[in-house]
């Protein structure tokens, strides 16, 4: 199995660890959580860091300020005004932010590979159609509670049986690959919302799969940009010193902050809002960031994506 189709394709061997060990040592929950977010949560977020400020975007950042520093900075003003003022509307906000940014990542990845343009049109009406739909049920299930034991399993057969039609579909129009599987990705991220009682594991569990392809890319751009920037200047840049680095201890930072998070104590309790101001500002920097309508985006990220997919 290819590095590409275990990290990228289809990770789908991330959320069947997470599953198994959350089904099977019902126990360690809160460890499985912690553990998650300090190795793929917290350090697919921390990825944007070095990402963003890297050498290579100093001058995009100073020649577009308000898009990269000011509606940041608003971003961090309205989440923090959000979290202590109309803190059930921003979570939702929020949760909403989420699952459009991991869909827009689900469709981005699969246009990485897939060249047949109907076939692209398919993969993003479903994959929107699908998350939408995932968001509909979370709601219903967490924040307006309608499901009874009962119903839920009805709910499940249905959505399994609308994911194997659509798969179904799929493979008689375009047959069967890589790309299928990629598709499926998408299309399933989210769907333990309509299985876990936890809302952390509907948010978690599937979205391993973005975190590793999320990683996995990045980590591949910044390295390429630093051994260009050797090529260009004979200064050798380590790349573990820097994006590992910053990445590490972004992850340990936040993961701590997030323990937080369900302390009985209102004032150590509100500390989670420093892991959700990260967040939101992944959100937010990444939708500029690969941007691929932007000339700076497409030589600076689409470039190195483009050679490593022909790499392989």
């Known amino acids: 199995m290819s590095k590409q189709l275990l990290f990228i394709k289809f990770p789908i061997l991330f959320p069947i660890i997470y599953g198994s060990v959350l089904y099977i040592f019902p126990q360690y929950e809160t460890e499985l959580i912690l553990i998650t977010i300090l190795l793929l949560a917290e350090t ?7 990402f963003f400020l890297s050498k290579s975007n100093v001058e995009h950042i100073l020649n577009d300020k308000i898009k990269l520093f000011f509606f940041p900075v608003l971003i961090i003003i309205f989440s923090l005004i959000g979290f202590f003022f109309f803190k059930n509307l921003f979570l939702m906000i929020f949760f909403m932010a989420n699952i459009y940014h991991v869909t827009r990542q689900s469709f981005g990845v699969c246009k990485l590979y897939t060249k047949n343009e109907q076939e692209i049109k398919f993969q993003e009406k479903f994959i929107y159609i699908f998350n939408f739909m995932f968001f509909i049920i979370a709601f219903l ?30 493979i008689i129009k375009f047959s069967f690959s890589e790309n299928f599987l990629t598709f499926i990705t998408g299309v399933i991220i989210f769907y333990p919302t309509c299985f876990v009682s936890n809302p952390v594991h509907a948010i978690i569990m599937g979205v391993t799969m973005h975190y590793s392809q999320y990683l996995y890319l990045t980590s591949y751009v910044v390295k390429n940009r630093k051994n260009d920037d050797f090529l260009n200047t004979g200064k050798k840049a380590s790349f573990l010193s820097n994006f590992l680095f910053v990445v590490i201890v972004y992850s340990i930072i936040m993961t701590f902050f997030s323990t937080f998070g369900k302390s009985q104590n209102i004032s150590l309790s509100n500390l989670i809002i420093i892991p959700i101001v990260g967040q939101m500002l992944h959100f937010y920097l990444d939708s500029q960031l690969w941007k691929f309508s932007i000339h700076h985006n497409r030589e600076n990220v689409l470039k190195y994506i483009l050679k490593f997919i022909k790499s392989t």
């Open 44 to 50: 697919h977020f921390g990825a944007t860091w070095p």
């Open 141 to 170: 299930r967490f924040y307006y509670p309608v499901f009874d034991n009962f119903s839920l399993l009805y709910l499940n057969l249905i959505v399994l049986l609308l994911i194997l039609c659509i798969s179904i579909l799929y």
